[in-house]
């Protein structure tokens, strides 16, 4: 927690927040060891950030004085993160790995090699993907929370989304045995795509070849998901 | 597991290898449905990898046809990875990560902010780094297993280690604020030096300066450091 994320819910006036859930009081309280009168990293979601004075700490409450918040937030990278359902621990960690990096769209793709059981998994609940997004903004001190979606019909995505996706933006479909290894340091707009374990299906790759992707790889190293979005991401831009 | 990995002790004549650990066995019937006839992808631990057959399976053991092999594993990363030595869970991680990356050496380090008890942790156990170690290598489809040291006196290590480290080597140490952008597709031999969370104090960062480091940064966005691993890794090399 490298900056305490205040939520619309924690403002209590132009000046003032108010924290109170358990996480984020124990959080203070154990490893800040934070007393009244500490000068600590606030930012409001999708707004500024900067100092602010903790006005008051108890069991119940934890008071900020959010008057000289005037930073904006670190750039996004330019990125729309097309990612096939990983299974549900691999999920939790890509997306905070994919946020702390600045990625602020997100889609949850299925394809062939996902398993149908991911879908129902208590991680895809909205409430949990929130927790993950605001883990990954308070790690890289960052407020402009990411959007999340889910397309859990492979062929109307690749034939109806991404090409209206596509228009202006530079599609790259990460996946071993493409021609072309990943680009560094870009600075296109672009819709970064990857497989699931086991990797996209011929089909899937010839489709989204078809609607304009260019496919890329990240040498012969076979990773696993969450080290290739780190990776890809790190290097692309 | 991409790739079954023989140690020494798998290994019955030069053609045929026998795996008798319940993890692998496990793996080898859940998640590959192996069955006897079965090609599959094996490799000898520091030798070659290639296709081999599965001669049998039972509950005790599987055996394997390992006349065939005949492929180099992949191109090692040129770097020398120092990482001041991260809670366990990242640790594990952090490890893995590494490793599938193509990591071959590997140094923890102690620094301020290191917490001691983090030297107390099951996780250093020799056998459990080693675990680690194996489920990089499987995931990566390579056989060289990196070797992992420790260097538990900061001043040591910088004063008597980095110097004779850095004969021939660029160091490159990650720190927020240093002045220069982490630099991309590097191909020169390195050592690469991450601290821990909370970084590096100003002293320790000064001393690594002076052994002849040179200061890199990752940009505003302070990142876990199991992610920063992976993405100095992918931006360097």
Same mark, same amino acid.
């Given at each position: 927690?490298?900056?305490?994320?205040?939520?619309?819910?924690?403002?209590?006036?132009?000046?003032?927040?108010?924290?109170?859930?358990?996480?984020?009081?124990?959080?203070?309280?154990?490893?800040?060891?934070?007393?009244?009168?500490?000068?600590?990293?606030?930012?409001?979601?999708?707004?500024?950030?900067?100092?602010?004075?903790?006005?008051?700490?108890?069991?119940?409450?934890?008071?900020?004085?959010?008057?000289?918040?005037?930073?904006?937030?670190?750039?996004?990278?330019?990125?729309?993160?097309?990612?096939?359902?990983?299974?549900?621990?691999?999920?939790?960690?890509?997306? $905070?790995?994919?946020?702390?990096?600045?990625?602020?769209?997100?889609?949850?793709?299925?394809?062939?090699?996902?398993?149908?059981?991911? /879908?129902?998994?208590?991680?895809?609940?909205?409430?949990?993907?929130?927790?993950?997004?605001?883990?990954?903004?308070?790690?890289?001190?960052?407020?402009?929370?990411?959007?999340?979606?889910?397309?859990?019909?492979?062929?109307?995505?690749?034939?109806?989304?991404?090409?209206?996706?596509?228009?202006?933006?530079?599609?790259?479909?990460?996946?071993?045995?493409?021609?072309?290894?990943?680009?560094?340091?870009?600075?296109?707009?672009?819709?970064?795509?990857?497989?699931?374990?086991?990797?996209?299906?011929? /089909?899937?790759?010839?489709?989204?070849? $078809?609607?304009?992707?260019?496919?890329?790889?990240?040498?012969?190293?076979?990773?696993?998901?969450?080290?290739?979005?780190?990776?890809?991401?790190?290097?692309?831009?």
């Amino acid at each position: 927690m490298n900056l305490i994320l205040l939520a619309q819910d924690d403002i209590v006036t132009s000046t003032r927040a108010r924290v109170r859930d358990p996480r984020r009081l124990t959080h203070l309280r154990q490893v800040h060891r934070a007393k009244c009168g500490d000068i600590m990293t606030l930012g409001i979601e999708n707004g500024l950030l900067g100092r602010g004075e903790l006005l008051s700490l108890t069991d119940e409450e934890a008071c900020f004085d959010i008057s000289a918040l005037d930073q904006a937030p670190p750039a996004p990278l330019p990125v729309h993160l097309v990612l096939a359902l990983p299974r549900p621990r691999m999920l939790a960690r890509s997306i $905070e790995h994919a946020t702390s990096l600045g990625v602020k769209r997100l889609t949850l793709l299925h394809s062939r090699r996902v398993e149908k059981s991911y /879908w129902q998994s208590p991680e895809l609940d909205p409430a949990k993907i929130h927790q993950h997004l605001v883990l990954g903004l308070e790690q890289a001190r960052d407020t402009m929370m990411p959007t999340v979606e889910t397309a859990k019909g492979f062929r109307p995505f690749v034939e109806d989304d991404l090409p209206e996706l596509l228009k202006g933006r530079r599609g790259l479909l990460a996946h071993p045995g493409m021609p072309v290894a990943c680009p560094r340091g870009i600075d296109d707009e672009a819709v970064l795509l990857i497989g699931p374990e086991g990797g996209f299906i011929d /089909w899937e790759v010839e489709k989204m070849l $078809e609607a304009g992707c260019e496919g890329i790889h990240l040498g012969e190293r076979i990773l696993r998901v969450e080290t290739a979005v780190t990776a890809l991401l790190a290097r692309l831009f």
